[in-house]
């Protein structure tokens, strides 16, 4: 008999915001835990989630994540099954949720996940970054400070 071996994720990150950085400059980060349905757990662990278009934002006095996409877990059982673009409920202490609310209203201002994982216990965390958004001078320095980098590191390696 062949054991099958499920490749779930039981801690790791599971989807990341690479954009973010780019079109942001990130101000601080905040760690935060997510209320989520047992299928998109589910879903989770088998590595399925796209954050990149995804923000928070204040709703009737809570942090909610809006726009985040975790597709539907295909083995539940019917009717059992989560809207994979729902809002969903971030778990955040108080002091970081003012903290946060208090950005939000701020000007230019915005809260975006970094990146989606499990903690070493197994919860469902995301990283949020308070960021304010970059204009595309800023762009385009990064872009060039990148590429001299890579230039200069291929010119040192090749003297060597």
Same mark, same amino acid.
């Given at each position: 008999? /062949?054991?099958? @071996?499920? /490749?779930?994720?039981?801690?790791?990150?599971? %989807?990341?915001n690479r954009?973010?950085?780019?079109?942001?400059?990130?101000?601080?980060?905040?760690?935060?835990?997510?209320?989520?349905?047992?299928?998109e757990?589910?879903?989770?662990?088998?590595?399925?989630?796209?954050?990149?278009?995804?923000? %928070?934002?204040?709703?009737?006095?809570? @942090? =909610? !994540?809006? $726009?985040?996409?975790?597709?539907?877990?295909?083995?539940?059982a019917?009717?059992?099954?989560?809207?994979?673009?729902?809002?969903?409920? *971030?778990?955040?202490?108080?002091?970081? &949720? $003012?903290?946060?609310?208090?950005?939000?209203? &701020?000007?230019?201002?915005?809260? =975006?996940? *970094?990146?989606?994982?499990? $903690?070493?216990?197994?919860?469902?965390? #995301?990283? !949020?970054? #308070?960021?304010?958004?970059? &204009? &595309? =001078?800023?762009?385009?320095? =990064?872009? /060039?400070?990148?590429?001299?980098?890579?230039?200069?590191?291929? !010119?040192?390696?090749?003297?060597?």
């Amino acid at each position: 008999m /062949k054991k099958t @071996v499920s /490749k779930s994720i039981s801690h790791g990150r599971i %989807a990341e915001n690479r954009r973010a950085k780019f079109d942001y400059s990130i101000v601080d980060t905040i760690e935060a835990g997510i209320v989520l349905l047992g299928s998109e757990v589910k879903s989770l662990r088998l590595g399925r989630a796209s954050i990149a278009e995804a923000y %928070a934002t204040e709703e009737y006095g809570h @942090v =909610v !994540l809006i $726009n985040s996409n975790i597709p539907e877990y295909s083995s539940a059982a019917l009717g059992q099954n989560h809207e994979p673009k729902r809002v969903r409920r *971030l778990l955040i202490h108080k002091k970081e &949720k $003012n903290k946060i609310l208090g950005q939000i209203k &701020k000007d230019g201002c915005t809260v =975006v996940p *970094l990146s989606l994982f499990f $903690n070493q216990r197994g919860l469902a965390k #995301i990283s !949020l970054g #308070i960021a304010e958004g970059k &204009k &595309k =001078v800023d762009k385009r320095e =990064v872009i /060039k400070k990148r590429d001299w980098d890579r230039e200069k590191h291929r !010119l040192l390696k090749n003297n060597n």
